[in-house]
């Protein structure tokens, strides 16, 4: 009924009626994630915002947290995430390749990499607890001139790396979403964008960890 | 799709970039140099995150709207921080009493 003149439209397989070409849908897709990740770019710009505000307001009630940020772990965990950022870039390049095998292991290495950083997370965490460095009724602070300042960053400290590791925990289940695609052979090297959108999630998150990193437990180590 | 497979040592190369800065970054931290600690910091975290978004988000390859789309999310992000600290900064300059002391 609704056939135009040129006759009845014909389309290359996966490629959805309102796009003209692949290369046209997978644009799209590309653009809109990234309008996405833009407003995640501002989400997490608010808190760094703050943080800078703060820092700026109380220096040396700052500078005395980093003594209790474990530099160490930390930087595992920095090291842990480009690791995974790395085998992310090799799953999205074999699913371009369109090599099941070898997406379905680069993706199992990012997944068991994100859960090694999100352990290590719960480690410090832990510590944090333990110390009552957590804001709140219980919040203890070893320099008392400090007591309520100390509490703002420790505060920001929760809230932005909290929020990151959230964003972790969403990334582990899509890419647990992947791997299952993956293996009921949903993907193929004419079409794999939703390895290619995670993959830029995940790169994402990654960027925002490397700002939190030397923000947090870097600056004012030496102070 | 048109995008050009990327070849694996380029992956490898920005991983191991990556790898030397954090290394860097942590060693610098352990040194006094006062105001620099924070630059070098920074400067090293946007180079590794520079890194990241041009190779392993691969905006290198993306399109000019793409990239358009790219450069204005940190463009708001740099509008955010500097108004923000513009307000902040600039309190303390009249003789009025600052609510924060």
């Not at chain 2, 860097?24 to 006062?34: P, Q």
């Amino acid at each position: 009924m609704a056939e135009t003149d040129a006759g009845p439209l014909v389309h290359a397989a996966g490629v959805r009626h309102h796009f003209d070409t692949a290369e046209q849908q997978f644009e799209s897709a590309t653009l809109g994630m990234w309008v996405f990740l833009l407003t995640e770019i501002m989400f997490f710009g608010g808190m760094f915002g703050s943080y800078t505000v703060y820092r700026n307001m109380y220096p040396d009630a700052f500078a005395s947290t980093s003594h209790f940020m474990n530099v160490t772990l930390g930087g595992i965990n920095t090291a842990v995430l480009i690791c995974s950022s790395f085998t992310m870039a090799l799953a999205v390049r074999a699913g371009q390749l369109g090599s099941k095998k070898t997406l379905i292991l680069f993706l199992i290495l990012t997944l068991v990499l994100g859960c090694v950083f999100l352990s290590i997370k719960y480690v410090e965490y832990h510590e944090k607890w333990v110390d009552h460095h957590v804001p709140g009724p219980e919040f203890r602070y070893a320099d008392s001139r400090y007591f309520h300042h100390a509490q703002i960053l420790f505060f920001l400290y929760f809230a932005m790396t909290g929020m990151h590791a959230l964003h972790m925990i969403v990334g582990v289940g899509l890419l647990t979403t992947l791997i299952v695609m993956a293996a009921r052979n949903r993907f193929s090297a004419t079409w794999y964008t939703p390895v290619e959108m995670i993959g830029l999630y995940w790169h994402f998150v990654d960027v925002v960890w490397i700002f939190l990193f030397p923000l947090l437990y870097l600056i004012g180590h030496t102070a | 799709m048109s995008h050009p497979i990327v070849p694996t040592r380029v992956y490898a190369a920005v991983f191991a970039a990556l790898i030397a800065l954090t290394i860097t970054t942590v060693a610098v931290s352990k040194l006094d140099l006062g105001e620099y600690n924070f630059i070098a910091a920074m400067t090293i975290a946007v180079i590794k995150g520079s890194l990241v978004v041009w190779f392993f988000m691969n905006v290198r390859r993306s399109s000019s709207l793409t990239r358009l789309f790219v450069g204005a999310g940190f463009l708001w992000m740099a509008i955010l921080i500097v108004f923000v600290l513009s307000d902040y900064f600039s309190r303390g300059w009249l003789p009025a009493p600052g609510w924060w002391k």
